[in-house]
């Protein structure tokens, strides 16, 4: 069977592409450069002859017993004190979090109809069966994948009356 390929398939492949040339390969690459151009521009014009006596494999040898702990000791503090600020913003943005809460809160509230439980159920079901997450779906019958437009609809107007015209 051939493989369709959607506008999806393509922007997963185009973000597999970028995080993978982004995390990892630009990363080794980019590292390397700077220990190279560190070593030739700062450790061989050092005077008295410093330089000459500093060769690359000792040079690479200190730089990474200096660099590499400098470097998780920043990142640890990194952890310990950005991310929060970093998830916290993105979470403000993140319109599927805010829709999944309010539904949560109103599903606690009992304010929830059948087909919106239904919605949301088979949504979350679609995205555990993409991610081959097939032990954690219910034996339940699940309905075709949400389209945008009815996220919207339900996103912007969670009314009984708009609920009940949803298609099936």
């Known amino acids: ?13 185009w973000l597999d592409f970028r995080n993978g040339h982004s995390i990892y390969l630009a ?7 700077f220990i190279l151009i560190t070593y030739n521009f700062a450790i061989k014009q050092l005077p008295f002859g410093i330089g ?4 690359l494999p000792i040079f690479v040898l200190i730089f990474f017993l200096i660099y ?3 470097s998780i000791m920043i990142g640890y503090w990194h952890r310990k004190h950005q991310y929060s600020v970093e998830n916290e913003t993105l979470i403000r943005e993140n ?3 805010a829709w999944i ?22 949504y979350l079901n679609e995205i555990l069966k993409r991610t081959n997450k097939h032990e954690l779906v219910g034996d339940d019958d ?4 949400p389209t945008d437009e009815l996220i ?4 912007q107007a969670p009314k009984k009356e708009k609920l009940d015209d949803m298609p099936k």
């Open 142 to 145: 699940v309905t075709p994948f």
């Open 68 to 70: 590499v702990p400098g």
């Open 152 to 155: 919207k609809d339900i996103t």
């Open 1 to 13: 069977m051939i493989r369709k390929f959607n506008r999806t398939f393509i922007r997963r492949r």
């Open 101 to 122: 809460s309010q539904y949560q809160i109103r599903l606690i509230k009992g304010k929830t109809t059948q087909k919106e439980d239904e919605f949301v159920i088979n």
């Open 52 to 55: 000459s006596h500093l060769n």
């Open 27 to 33: 990363f080794f690459l980019a590292f390397i450069n």
């Open 95 to 97: 319109w599927v979090w």
